[in-house]
C-alpha cells in the first residue's frame, strides 16, 4: 500500500520529533509478535519513558540524516521497530529485555547512542547500565561520606573528653563512698 506525500512528511517529523527527545535508540526484529503483544511492550515500556513504534525504513532513515544521527547499516532492513529510549537509558533497555526474555518474541537487532551504532550485544548491554536512580544515590554517597567523616572527626575529641569525665565522676563517687 502506497504513502501519500502528506503522511510521508507527517511520520518525518513523527520520527524527527522522537529522536530529538531520545537519548538511545534500540531497534528491534517485530516479526512474530501480535498487536495485543506490542501494545503490552508499549505500556511496559511507557512507564519507563521509552516510546515503541514500527518505523518506515526509508523515513526513518531520512530522519535520521536529518537529524545528526550515523546510517546504521543493516539495521534498517527488514521489519523494523524501535525503542526510544528517554533520560534513563538502564531502565528503558532493560524494561526492553526483560520483556523480550518473558515473551520469547522479539530480538535487539542494534542501537544508536549519541553517534555511535551498537551491535545487538551491545545494545543488549545498555541494559546493565545503572539507572537514574543508582546513579544519583552513588553521587549522594560520594558527596555525603566526607561530610559524615568530618563530623565524627570533629566529634571525636568532644566525645573522650566527655568519657574522661565520666570516669572521672565515677572515681570520685566510688572515693566518697568508701
Not at 88 to 115: F, M, P, Q, T, Y
Not at 149 to 169: E, K, T
Amino acid at each position: 500500500m502506497a504513502i501519500s506525500r502528506a503522511k510521508k512528511a507527517e511520520l518525518l517529523e513523527h520520527y524527527k520529533e522522537l529522536i530529538n527527545n531520545s537519548s538511545a535508540l534500540v531497534f528491534t526484529n517485530y516479526l512474530g509478535a501480535n498487536v495485543s503483544q506490542l501494545q503490552s511492550l508499549r505500556v511496559k515500556l511507557k512507564e519507563t519513558g521509552t516510546t515503541y513504534a514500527i518505523v518506515k525504513n526509508s523515513i526513518f532513515a531520512l530522519a535520521l540524516e536529518q537529524c545528526g544521527k550515523p546510517q546504521p547499516d543493516g539495521l534498517l532492513e527488514g521489519p523494523n521497530a524501535v525503542a526510544f529510549v528517554g533520560d534513563d537509558i538502564g531502565k528503558g533497555v532493560s524494561a526492553l529485555r526483560d520483556w523480550i526474555k518473558s515473551e520469547r518474541i522479539l530480538e535487539i537487532k542494534g542501537a544508536i547512542l549519541e553517534s555511535s551504532v551498537l551491535d545487538a550485544s551491545a545494545a543488549e548491554a545498555l541494559a546493565d547500565l545503572p539507572t537514574r536512580e543508582q546513579v544519583l544515590a552513588q553521587i549522594l554517597g560520594a558527596i555525603s561520606a566526607p561530610a559524615g567523616n568530618l563530623v565524627r572527626m570533629i566529634g571525636a575529641p568532644s566525645a573522650s573528653l566527655v568519657r574522661v569525665l565520666n570516669a572521672y565522676v565515677e572515681k570520685r563517687k566510688e572515693t566518697e563512698a568508701a
